[in-house]
């Protein structure tokens, strides 16, 4: 086989991994959101560094408070690297590729389940729900699949992870989602294509 | 327009389907041929073409993804524009690039009998790339498929150059296995 039968032979791959490389897009990195995250990062380990290092040794008072002080700002120590640690592991992965090993792949059927590389509001909580937001307001995720759009339906435009710069765009709380192109039924209900075949639902929040 | 109705006016052999097709597909065709041809005329008269080509094609064919059909139809005409072309010495530069790079898929040369179909190879390779996680399994048909440049890829995801370069390394070497695990060679 040359390599020109090769390209030849690529031509004549499957339809549905053409659509699927075609509607797969990540937003171009928007300068300004990925560089103040590592300093707010550092300065939150400092102050919890001055805190632990302050508070046992420049508190006055007697001993019960010191030590009492001392747990105290220990545990709240651990709880700020426990944010910090998820927060720069959300950075790391502020484009969702840029992950190791297999674990990068959009699932298949996002919407089926809770998976633990669910979205932002996933990890708030079980209780959380992941949710878009449109100029027109914030929808709810309902794990409904379709395989198709319905007649009449128009293109929004591509979701984008919840951002905090624009109210205008088009967020969604869900990391994988972010890149899907969104599209509105006549009734109402939004379409998330999804990097494989189908389209997950949405409902105006309640 | 839904694809379904523009299906529906090629069978009905109404010209409004050119039309809509063009108004629907034309950008998305035209991004095809442009990454494969040079001059942007030749570009051009290749996606004019795909709707002759469609035009041709349905009845009796009756596409299940339409945006595919279309782009396959493109990419098949600029192809052979840009054979053409490269005869006298015209070519565009992502498909030379793209064959360099693929060469490194290529087995070494076998028996003849032990060789491919074009169709069964590309069955293979879809099975491959089904196989290959799904950041890998796009980029290589981004570059291989679409013909994207590396520099539109590492936009396109928010990547830089160097990783896109090393990812499409990897899925060729992981290629190269399964095609001489397959038997294709020259």
């Known amino acids: 086989m ?9 031509g004549r791959i499957d339809d549905d991994l053409i659509q699927e490389a075609e509607d797969c897009r990540l937003p171009a990195r928007r300068p300004g959101l990925t560089h103040w995250r590592p300093l707010a990062g550092g300065l939150a380990a400092c102050l919890v560094l001055a805190a632990v290092f302050y508070l046992p040794f420049g508190m006055s008072g007697g001993g019960d408070n010191t030590t009492s002080g001392a747990a105290g700002s220990s545990s709240a120590a651990q709880e700020s690297q426990t ?18 090993g ?28 992941d949710v878009l937001r449109t100029p027109a307001g914030e929808y709810t995720l309902t794990g409904e699949l379709a395989s198709a759009l319905p007649e009449g339906s128009r293109q929004l435009g591509v979701l984008f992870l919840e951002g905090e710069d624009s109210k205008e ?38 | 327009m839904e694809d379904q109705q523009i ?25 095809i041929a442009r990454n494969i041809l040079a001059q942007e005329q030749d570009a051009e008269e290749c996606v004019n073409d795909t709707w002759l ?56 040369p076998g028996r003849p009998e032990d060789r491919l179909e074009e169709r069964e190879t590309a069955a293979l390779i879809s099975r491959f790339l089904r196989e290959q996680p799904q950041l890998d399994r796009v980029l290589f048909l981004r570059r291989y498929w679409y013909l994207d440049s590396v520099a539109a890829l590492a936009e396109r995801f928010s ?27 020259v």
């Open chain 1, 169 to 206: 765009g088009l967020y969604t709380t869900r990391r994988e989602y972010a890149g899907c192109m969104l599209w509105e039924g006549p009734d109402g209900t939004l379409y998330v294509k999804l990097p494989g075949d189908g389209y997950a639902l949405a409902r105006p929040a309640e």
């Open chain 2, 7 to 31: 299906i529906e006016l090629y069978w009905a052999r109404s010209e409004q389907a050119i039309r809509e097709s063009e108004t629907k597909y034309g950008a998305f065709c035209l991004s």
């Open chain 1, 102 to 129: 297999s674990g990068e792949a959009l699932p298949e059927n996002p919407s089926a389940g809770n998976e633990s590389s669910g979205g932002a509001s996933s990890q708030e909580g079980g209780a959380a729900q």
């Open chain 1, 2 to 10: 040359t390599r020109e039968e090769l390209l030849e032979a690529i």
């Open chain 2, 159 to 185: 990547m830089n150059e160097n990783t896109v370069k090393s990812r499409l390394h990897r899925t060729r070497l992981r290629l190269k296995e399964v095609l001489l695990r397959e038997g294709v060679a």
């Open chain 2, 53 to 108: 080509r469609a035009w041709n094609a349905m009845p009796p064919q009756r596409p299940g993804i339409l945006s595919a059909f279309f782009g396959k139809l493109t990419r098949n005409l600029s192809l052979d524009r840009w054979r053409y072309n490269r005869a006298a010495k015209r070519g565009g530069p992502q498909v030379e690039t793209a064959l360099e790079e693929l060469g490194e898929c290529i087995p070494a």
């Open chain 1, 83 to 100: 944010d910090h640690s998820a927060g720069t592991a959300q950075d790391g992965g502020s484009d969702v590729w840029s992950g190791s």
